[in-house]
């Protein structure tokens, strides 16, 4: 079974600064798809950036990009500019594309505190 | 109106209780997931769904039971809630053949005395 580990529980930036959120995971599979999802307090799940493992191109939208490092298994997520409103949990979710269970796995977030 | 739409949003009960859980979605979408989500542990599958003749086991399945009545209702019971059931329950719905995002409903947090 796939495995996502966020090693960081909580993060804390200055508000205008830029923050790398990280992810690992376990995989043997060569297609997959990742994901970055944003909790906010509201406790809406907001799909904030996705990659597909056959890219080599990292993922950006808008201020959120991604460093997708596929050998090293490897999805770690970098704010920039940060802002007041980016405070939430964030969340790293891997799904197959092979067999087995369906759905997404999740990392066990980060809490990111952006301080004014 | 939200795409994916949970009742109860908040409920208290007690020990013993029989508690259900409801999902209905717009979107249109063959596949449902239900999701427990706890402090420091992250979101967990419970069952899923491709359509209403295929319901499957998730990773915490024990002590919970689904139904999909409807290729948009899917709902999750709790035959007889205990205290380590109290957690956010999420509804998600994914479109089949895409890139696997998932589609969140807004959370129903269940507490069980």
């Known amino acids: 079974a796939q495995t996502v580990t966020q090693s960081q529980p909580e993060m804390s930036v200055q508000e205008a600064e830029t923050v790398t959120l990280s992810c690992t995971y376990d995989t043997s599979e060569s297609d997959y798809y990742l994901f970055w999802y944003k909790q906010p307090p509201s406790r809406q799940m907001i799909l904030v950036i996705r990659q597909e493992a056959y890219k080599q191109q990292n993922a950006t939208e808008n201020r959120f990009s991604v460093n997708f490092q596929k050998a090293a298994k490897s999805f770690s997520l970098k704010i920039s500019d940060s802002q007041l409103g980016d405070a939430a949990m964030y969340f790293c979710a891997y799904r197959s594309m092979g067999g087995g269970a369906d759905g997404l796995t999740f990392g066990k977030g980060t809490h990111l505190i952006i301080q004014p | 109106d939200a795409d994916v739409t949970q009742t109860p949003r908040n409920r208290i009960t007690k020990t013993g209780k029989r508690i259900m859980l409801e999902c209905s979605q717009t979107?249109?979408?063959?596949?449902m997931y239900w999701y427990r989500q706890d402090p420091g542990l992250g979101l967990r599958l419970i069952y899923y769904?491709?359509?209403?003749?295929?319901?499957n086991k998730g990773e915490i399945s024990d002590g919970y039971s689904v139904s999909r009545q409807a290729q948009a209702k899917f709902s999750l019971s709790l035959e007889s809630a205990i205290p380590n059931q109290t957690a956010l329950y999420f509804c998600?719905?994914?479109?089949?053949?895409?890139?696997?995002?998932?589609?969140f409903g807004e959370g129903s947090r269940l507490t069980v005395l």
């Open positions: 769904s491709f359509d209403v003749k295929d319901i």
């Open positions: 998600a719905t994914r479109e089949q053949g895409f890139t696997g995002e998932l589609f």
């Open positions: 979107k249109g979408h063959d596949r």
